[in-house]
């Protein structure tokens, strides 16, 4: 059988006798979740510094001090490794931004800001993570965009549900709250991809400040709404 780049045939899996048999006190489901956890752990390792086309399952499996055989155990390819990754990561960023928001002040540009730096510092402080999510998850294809058309819907769904609760008025004024969420997810996004494509060199602040700036001119906005002042029309500038 031919072995492509970035797959190695699976050693045959010996079970005769081992089903379900505890080691340790771990039985075999745990230690098959263990050794899974050590594979995604692996892969931000890899795909960190490699990136994931220039990365291999040989690369992966000698990160987690495996064999091929536990690989193929619980994944059947490096796609699907990289889309584990990429969930893991993703529900630590939520996860840090949610708890950065219930830190924060109810107020709209505190809130705004803290979610703003919480994302900055998870991927600055960690390249491997900004690599996966930032920059190699826009090329692997399959079933990633899927993944990360979700995770962007997911916190659109945050900011337009703080949104709704702040700005109750906002969509008088013609504007669709959805849309804007998605817009300034999307802002921050790409903000984010080229700070990350330069290496993180800009200092964080210069990056927060301008990435703010986008969320305070919205925030302006609505706050003319609710306070029944005229704001511009949208389409109508200078109006």
């Known amino acids: ?59 992966v499996c000698k990160q987690a001090q495996l064999t091929s055989r536990y690989f193929y155990e619980s994944f059947d390819g490096m796609e699907a490794l990289f ?6 990561v993703s529900r630590e960023l939520m996860q840090t931004t949610v708890m950065a928001l219930a830190r924060c002040e109810p107020e709209p540009s505190k809130l705004a800001e803290a979610a703003l730096r919480a994302f900055l510092e998870f991927i600055r402080d960690d390249p491997r993570r900004a690599r996966v999510t930032m920059i ?33 008025r906002l969509e008088e004024s013609g504007l669709s709250i959805a849309m804007l969420a998605q817009g300034l997810v999307g802002s921050n996004a790409r903000i984010a991809t080229q700070w990350v494509a330069n290496r993180c060199n800009e200092p ?25 002042l005229p704001p511009p029309k949208a389409g109508a500038p200078g109006a």
């Not at 089903?19 to 075999?28: C, K, N, P, V």
């Not at 892969?43 to 510094?49: D, I």
């Not at 889309?83 to 893991?88: M, P």
């Not at 965009?145 to 659109?156: E, H, I, N, P, R």
């Open 1 to 59: 059988m031919a072995v492509s780049r970035n797959r190695v045939n699976p050693e045959a899996p010996s079970t005769q006798g081992t089903s379900g048999r505890r080691y340790g006190g771990i039985d075999s489901q745990e230690r098959q979740r263990q050794r899974r956890a050590k594979l995604i752990e692996a892969a931000l390792a890899v795909f960190g510094e490699k990136g994931y086309h220039q990365s291999t399952v040989r690369d």
């Open 83 to 88: 889309q584990a990754l990429y969930g893991e």
């Open 136 to 168: 190699d998850a826009v090329n692997v294809g399959g079933g990633i965009q899927a993944m990360a058309d979700k995770v962007y819907q997911d916190f659109a769904l945050l900011i337009s549900g703080f949104m709704q609760q702040m700005f109750p």
């Open 204 to 228: 964080l602040d210069d990056v927060l400040r301008n990435t703010f700036a986008i969320f305070q001119a919205c925030i302006a906005f609505a706050r003319a709404t609710e306070a029944g």
